[in-house]
Structures are given as structure tokens and as C-alpha cells.
């Protein structure tokens, strides 16, 4: 079973428009709610791909009822909380092809509330083969929670996937998180101005493991502690609605890890690795809503192109897709 834990969800709004006018008013079809966050939507993912997966989120005291009908699909544990869950709004222009974010911060979590929603992840480790951590962290998340996140996977013996931002980021690899899933704009955040090959070895000199990093339309690339990173994209970028598709390549890391111990994985494990989360990823793309994938990603997994990169070599990354 693929565990996840999101620690800030948000009710996702989406309103969909063919141009956003602003300063005027413009009459749309109804907006979309659904419950959301990137741990949310990488066990979304997993469920509707057939993997045993299992969500545990923090909302809102009183949102309950209306979550667990969202997530009917999706096995999870809820753990009421005072503050109202977050809501974040997905702007979609379908004539530019634009799709615009604006996320709320999310509610302040008191200690027992925190000290609840880990040991809901304690618990469920036990039975757990991959521990998912993803998404943003409420104001006032205590320091050293992802310290003790991935401490609760390696106490189960499982690997634990982190995909966080800005200083978290930072945190997650001094904690020793087994795979890392920044993408290129959050690297740069956190580490400034390196070429990205260099920013993944400088969080593997931190602690990490394996760094996964996208790189949007270039594809992604898989840097393992040694040996050759391997850079893999589809020949041409799809359109469509990219708020999800990091999302789904943590959920097609995490279905390829099932207990293993990813210092161990070879040249072929990384290549697996990094054409899943290709074809996931692209699949969510197609999908107007995050958390879900619109093809089949079987069928885009053999035209993902796969080529190597030497550590301190110029990275893919800045190649002209």
C-alpha cells in the first residue's frame, strides 16, 4: 500500500473561460470543487491506475461529510481540525491555453492537532511499502515535522517520497528523504542560480537519495548519488492542463518502489523510473482536472525518449525543447 499524507489539502475550484478579461465581467459555466492537494492527487492517481493506496489528510472541522463523499474512490483518514481546510483556485483560459493558480495559505494547525495527523501516518506505516509526503505546509508547521515524517517511514522500514518547496525542500534532504520531487523553478528557489544536475548532487551532499526533477516541457530528469542521471521527455510537449502532473509522476516514482531500498536501483530501475513518470505525467496533462489522468499511460510509455547525463555535464534542462 502507497501512503500518502497531505499536510495542507485545499478544496481545488476550477473555472474554466475561453479569455480572462480582467478589470471586466465575464458569465461562465459552474465552477468545479474537488478535493485536492498534491498528496491528494498523487492517491488519486494511484487508485484510478489500480494501486493500493491510502490518503491522510488534516480538514476542517465539519468538512467531513463533504470529503469523504469527494473522495469515495480513494481510502483515507481524515483528522478534524478547528481551522477550515484551504481552498486554492485554478483559473483555466482554453483560448490561450493558460491556466492560472492562486492558492490560500491554509489554517494555522495547533500541536495536537499535528501530533494527531502523525500519528495517523504512524499508524497506517506498518502496513505501508512507500511513504508520500507532498504538497505545501500550513503557517506555523512545526520545524522539524519532515524530520519526523520521514523518520515515521524509515522506523517502518519504507522508502519516503517528499515533494515540497522553498525551505522544506531544504529540510526534507537533511532529513534523509529517500527521493526528492522538486521541479526546475524550485530547485532554483531553494538553491539559487546552479545548473540543475548540480543543485540535485548539492540535496544528495544534504541527505537526499534519488533527486527526480521536472523540467516542464522538457520532460524530467532522474539523478541518482552515483552514476549517470537519466533525462527522459516525449519527442513534443502536450497541451493541456499541467497543474497535476508532478502529481502524477510522485505517484509513478512511488508505484515502482514498493519497499526497495533506492540506493540499490541500477541504470535499468532509473530508466523505469523516469519513462513512468514521463507517460503519467503527460496522461495528467490531457486531463482537465488534477489527479487525474486522461489516457492511458501505458500507451505513451514507448515514445518517451530516454538519454543519460553525466554528473558536471551541461543538463538537458537547458536544451531548447
Known amino acids: 500500500m502507497i501512503l500518502t499524507l497531505t499536510p495542507n489539502p485545499a478544496v481545488d475550484v476550477t473555472v474554466t473561460t475561453e479569455q480572462l478579461d480582467r478589470g471586466a465581467t465575464r458569465v461562465v459555466d459552474a465552477a468545479r470543487r474537488r478535493a485536492g492537494g498534491k498528496g491528494v492527487n498523487v492517491s488519486r492517481v494511484l487508485a484510478q491506475q489500480g494501486e493500493d493506496t491510502h490518503a491522510v489528510l488534516p480538514v476542517g472541522s465539519g468538512e467531513e461529510s463533504w470529503f469523504d463523499d469527494d473522495l469515495a474512490s480513494v481510502p483515507h483518514t481524515l483528522v478534524p481540525c478547528a481551522g477550515p481546510t484551504r481552498h486554492s483556485y485554478a483559473l483555466v483560459e ?53 524530520q519526523t515524517i520521514v523518520g515515521v517511514g524509515h522506523d517502518a522500514g519504507i522508502p519516503v517520497v517528499v515533494d515540497v518547496a522553498g525551505t522544506h525542500l531544504l529540510a526534507a534532504a537533511d532529513a534523509g528523504a529517500d527521493v526528492l520531487k522538486p521541479n526546475r523553478d524550485e530547485l532554483a528557489a531553494a538553491l539559487g542560480d546552479l545548473d540543475v544536475l548540480d543543485a540535485a548532487h548539492e540535496l544528495q551532499r544534504r541527505g537526499a537519495g534519488i533527486v527526480v526533477v521536472s523540467l516542464g516541457p522538457d520532460g ?31 505517484a509513478a516514482i512511488a508505484s515502482l518502489l514498493h519497499r526497495r531500498d533506492v540506493s540499490t536501483l541500477g541504470p535499468d530501475d532509473l530508466e523505469a523510473v523516469a519513462r513512468r513518470a514521463v507517460a503519467w505525467s503527460a496522461a495528467a496533462v490531457l486531463s482537465p482536472w488534477a489527479g487525474s489522468l486522461a489516457v492511458d499511460p501505458a500507451t505513451l510509455e514507448p515514445d518517451v525518449e530516454i538519454s543519460t547525463a553525466r554528473p558536471g555535464s551541461p543538463s538537458p534542462a537547458r536544451a531548447t525543447p
Open 94 to 146: 482554453t483560448g490561450e491555453d493558460v491556466t492560472s493558480m492562486l492558492n490560500e495559505h491554509g489554517a494555522q494547525r495547533t500541536a495536537a492537532e499535528w501530533q494527531a495527523v502523525l500519528a495517523a501516518v504512524r499508524g497506517l506505516s506498518t502496513s505501508a511499502d512507500v511513504l508520500v509526503a507532498s504538497g505545501s505546509l500550513p503557517p506555523g508547521a512545526p520545524s522539524d515535522v519532515l
Open 220 to 250: 524530467l530528469l532522474v539523478v541518482p548519488p552515483s552514476g549517470q542521471a537519466v533525462h527522459a521527455r516525449l519527442p513534443a510537449a502536450l497541451r493541456g492542463n499541467p497543474t497535476g502532473a508532478g502529481d502524477a509522476a510522485v
